[in-house]
């Protein structure tokens, strides 16, 4: 015998670990989502670039990209025995403290700058998350491109949002800010 576990056992590990990481990557994205929002007076002052999509497109977008991550990450936990899994399961918390983290930063506390300090962080540590996925499953690494994608084009929307409010949005809605302190 010269395999640890048949082919249907690694399916039977990989949907047990998808049924339980989909589901909690969505509701973590969804619970983050839910501590600063674009609704607020200061938001809707701020001066939009000429690439801010639809806000629709936002929930939407990482709906589904967290279900890809989700997937990605249930490929990785669910390859027993592989070399470098331990690591690639650890950066890959670490950097999901990072993402989660943005919307408090930039909605709730109306930080752009350090929101955009926060993406970088989350680009940066995604590509660790991305190296050590690649060798322990090619195709967990690939489907986390989209998401490299979506941060870095988040990345360049937040410093477009810090180019176009210098203020930081202070003075654009006349005193009528709403703030959060956590």
């Not at 490929?75 to 983290?101: D, T």
């Not at 993406?119 to 540590?125: D, G, T």
Request: charged share 10%; glycine share 8%; proline share 4%.
């Amino acid at each position: 015998m010269n395999f640890l576990a048949s082919k249907a056992q690694l399916r039977a590990s990989f949907l047990r670990w998808s049924l339980f990481l989909v589901p909690l990557i969505v509701l973590l994205g969804f619970t983050a989502g839910q501590l600063g929002s674009p609704d607020t007076v200061w938001f809707q002052s701020l001066t939009k670039p000429a690439i801010f999509p639809p806000t629709a497109a936002f929930g939407i977008v990482w709906g589904i990209l967290y279900v890809i991550v989700g997937f990605a990450l249930a490929l990785v936990v669910s390859a027993w025995g592989a070399s470098g899994r331990g690591l690639a399961i650890i950066l890959f918390a670490l950097h999901f403290i990072g993402n989660l983290a943005w919307t408090p930063v930039f909605f709730g506390m109306q930080e752009m700058t350090l929101g955009l300090y926060v993406l970088i962080y989350v680009a940066v540590s995604l590509l660790l998350v991305i190296a050590a996925f690649w060798r322990v499953r090619q195709i967990a690494a690939l489907m986390m491109l989209p998401y490299l994608a979506w941060v870095c084009f988040a990345a360049v929307l937040n410093y477009q949002f810090i180019e176009a409010n210098p203020d930081g949005g202070a003075d654009a809605g006349e005193g009528a800010v709403e703030r959060i302190e956590f």
